[in-house]
């Protein structure tokens, strides 16, 4: 859609929403309104003209960037929040990780990636324990398990070999459907992607309109296609080779597993795997995966023909065995991670709290007096955030595959045993995996609980004495009031302890995941358990079934949060959050991620600010919570000439107490500076003391204090006043609402910070 024509209004208020999925009239508060660039996915929209109050506060147009399509589609959103949340979170870990430069920050990004790939194994590998060992090696050949089940008996007197090769298409599909995904784009952003940063390449977020770029992911996605398809051939060639060795399997074998450490080679060579372009690269990881799927071909009709007699066995031969090691492997990767990241955690560059310079840098003592008032610390996730959500990510990846096994084995295990025919029960292994989730679950919410009683009379002592401040006058009937008021401001103080919750899970699942080897021992863990604890073998059992059953809770849990997130308001404040923070960072270790959205959107709004400026206009940007970050991300990348005409307001931002604190190496304080500098400090941040996701972005300070830093960046912050007033305005039978996260363009405090902003550009202009 083409731009709108140039008008005489001197400075354009360019609005951009966070977490909200709102209609362009909703954000822009006006009820018609009408797109004047853009598409339906991300587009500027503007009030028609001739209606009452079409203008903004001062006189000003105001525009907004409506980009809440541009994660995915509510269909695609909720099948992604289930089958690709642990790749999404695997891939943020790595923007996660400490600003390591050389040969240390290399290996922590290779550490990342390579976990990863370990993903992508064990997704292929839950696949193959569905279709290979239990399908077709334990209930096939089992009587009990086919009768009444004519989509299974035809494959019932089959030779195994056969049976193996047919049911090897499901995880060939399965991986299939992942290619097809990550590879299919949710929006056209080609006519977004830019090949220079304009602006200043001083910090890494400006560039973050061209991380994403397709050579990459391509490469990416490449590599982990093979690892795929070779994981699968592995799987077949090892049963193969341990139910009846021949030479040809032998041969498969040796090929496969070169082919898998060549993958895992070429995912470290960072050199090659991030350059912009490559053409050798492109063609040869493109090689690499047209030769794991000529070798998948090759191995199903091996195994399909090979006439080497089957040993017969409890479970699909090395199946337990391979699932196991990558299983292991991951818990090495995690914990070298982690070590590497804990030692160098007292180096990090440019955190919360930096020293004191002359250009009004953090003084430590004033930072901790400020950050000792308003609990923004540094929490547990500073600086380790990478090997927590990694972490995180691998226990969940681990729990949903051992789940899906489990829960199909206990599908088909009717009449299991039954005329002396075999039990058709899930691996040990993935018995254990359960039992570790449930393990680490009920710690989390004892965790959950203790950190909740502990912390709740300093959050309250602290929410009485804000309300005290605010509302020092408020008569004896607004009691009731003023206690909703100090929870929801104790309530929004637990943030940074969730935390500690997610440091817990991630320990309890790095120790407990080594647990595997028992599973190898053809140990259960009702038989240990029993042996350490004195607690009978059922009682475990019975934890195991209630593990796999919360298992199946938490992905039913995804599917109505990805239904109701965005058309519930509740739910789209904090699904849509985790979601919107997951998919700001490109892909740059898991192909099968979703997209990156700032993609498109930052060039977009780089265009756009630059095209308005170019009319004569100033700009002034507003940004709610994950706009600020947009819009952040965007001033970094704009030519200072057009910085020049830009003033920034910015409300319910994440960006200090979210991504300050969980990506240090790309929002930290230096990187604020610069966008204050660029603006020429013509910036407010409003915040409030009910928001549980926004907050300060310099100080904490409040009206009538003096800012915890000197210089221009004490000017930025201003506190709100959350509500208006406890007590109901005259003429009203309510008092004023809560706002905590929510926008609230309406507050006159808000069209006054936009007024003073606007005025701002205006004396420039005339300057002139």
């Known amino acids: ?67 809440s399509d541009l994660p995915s589609g509510t269909t695609v959103r909720t099948l992604s929040l289930v089958f690709l949340l642990p790749f999404m979170l695997c891939n943020v870990a790595i923007w996660m990780r400490p600003a390591h430069r050389g040969a240390s920050g290399a290996c922590l990004k290779a550490l990342c990636r390579l976990l990863a790939l370990t993903l992508t194994m064990l997704y292929v590998l839950a696949a193959m324990g569905v279709a290979l060992d239990v399908i077709a090696w334990r209930c096939l050949p089992n009587e009990s398990c086919l009768a009444g089940r004519p989509w299974l008996s035809w494959l019932g007197g089959r030779p195994t070999g056969l049976r193996l090769a047919v049911c090897a298409l499901l995880p060939a599909a399965a991986l299939g459907l992942v290619w097809r995904l990550g590879a299919r784009p949710g929006h056209n952003f080609d006519a977004f992607h830019t090949t220079t940063t304009t602006g200043s390449a001083a910090h890494q977020l400006s560039a973050v309109g061209q991380w994403d770029s397709a050579p990459v992911v391509g490469r990416l996605r490449s590599l982990h296609v093979a690892t795929g398809f070779t994981t699968l051939c592995l799987g077949l060639l090892v049963a193969r080779v341990a139910a009846g060795p021949s030479a040809l ?57 090979d006439p080497t007699p089957w040993r017969p066995g409890v479970g699909l031969p090395g199946y337990s065995l391979t699932g196991a090691l990558v299983i292991l492997v991951q818990a090495v990767l995690l914990l070298v991670l982690g070590t590497m990241v804990f030692a160098s955690r007292g180096q990090l560059r440019g955190t919360v709290a930096g020293p004191a310079d002359p250009t009004g840098r953090l003084d430590p ?39 899906l096994v489990f829960r199909v084995a206990d599908l088909l295990n009717r009449r299991a045993a039954a005329d002396g025919e075999r039990n058709i029960g899930a691996p040990l292994g993935f018995k254990w995996a359960i ?102 073998e059922a009682a475990t059992n019975f934890g195991i079934q209630v593990g796999s059953l919360l298992i199946a809770v938490v992905v039913l849990g995804l599917l109505v949060g990805g239904i109701f997130a965005y058309r519930t308001a509740e739910f789209r404040r904090y699904v849509g959050v985790v979601w919107d923070l997951g998919t700001f960072w490109p892909r740059a270790a898991h192909p099968f991620a979703p997209p990156c959205y700032a993609e498109r959107a930052v060039p977009e709004l780089s265009r756009r600010i630059t095209y308005l400026t170019e009319q004569g206009h100033g700009v002034l940007l507003t940004g709610h919570s994950h706009g600020a970050v947009l819009l952040a991300a965007t001033v970094l990348q704009l030519p200072h000439q057009v910085c020049g005409q830009l003033a920034l307001l910015t409300y319910g931002s994440p960006l200090r107490r979210l991504y300050g604190r969980l990506f240090p190496a790309y929002v930290d304080d230096e990187v604020l500076c610069e966008v204050g500098d660029r603006v020429n400090w013509r910036w407010v941040n409003l915040w409030r003391d009910t928001d549980p996701i926004g907050g300060w972005v310099f100080s904490p300070h409040r009206p009538g204090r003096q800012p915890i830093r000197s210089g221009p960046p004490g000017t930025v912050d201003r506190r709100l006043r959350d509500p208006a007033d406890v007590v109901s305005p005259p003429g009203d039978s309510v008092p004023p609402p809560i706002i905590g996260h929510w926008p609230g363009e309406s507050d006159p405090r808000f069209t006054a ?10 004396a420039r202009h005339r300057r002139r």
């Open 753 to 762: 910070a936009m007024t003073e902003l606007v005025g701002k550009l205006r």
């Open 365 to 403: 003592d004033e930072m901790r007096r400020g950050l000792g008032r308003d609990g923004l610390g540094a929490g547990p996730l500073q600086g380790l955030g990478a090997p927590v959500i990694a972490a995180v990510a691998t226990g969940l990846a681990v729990a949903l595959s051992a789940d």
């Open 1 to 67: 859609m083409s731009s709108a024509p140039q008008t005489s209004d001197d400075v354009i208020e360019l609005r951009v929403h966070g977490v909200s999925g709102a209609g362009a009239e909703q954000i822009l508060g006006r009820p018609h309104s009408h797109q004047v660039a853009g598409d339906a996915s991300g587009g500027f929209h503007r009030p028609l003209p001739g209606y009452p109050d079409a203008k903004g506060p001062a006189g000003i147009t105001v525009e907004a960037y409506r980009w």
């Open 249 to 305: 399997g032998i041969a498969l074998l040796v090929g496969t597993a070169a082919l898998l450490g060549s993958c895992a080679v070429l995912l470290c060579v960072h050199p090659w795997i991030d350059a912009v372009s490559n053409g050798f690269v492109d063609r040869l990881c493109t090689g690499v995966r047209t030769v794991a799927c000529l070798l998948t071909v090759l191995v199903l009709v091996a195994v399909a023909i």
């Open 435 to 536: 039992f570790v989730f449930l393990v680490a679950a009920v710690i989390v919410l004892l965790t959950a609980i203790v950190v909740t009683l502990a912390s709740r009379p300093a959050r309250m002592r602290t929410a009485r004495a804000t309300v005290a401040r605010d509302f020092p006058d408020a008569p004896p009937a607004a009691r009731h009031r003023l206690y909703q008021v100090e929870r929801t401001i104790a309530r929004a103080r637990f943030t940074e302890r969730l935390e500690l919750l997610a440091v817990v899970y991630a320990c309890t699942v790095g120790a407990g995941m080594p647990t595997i080897l028992l599973g190898m021992q053809e140990l259960s863990p009702g038989v240990v358990v029993q042996r350490l604890t004195g607690i009978p």
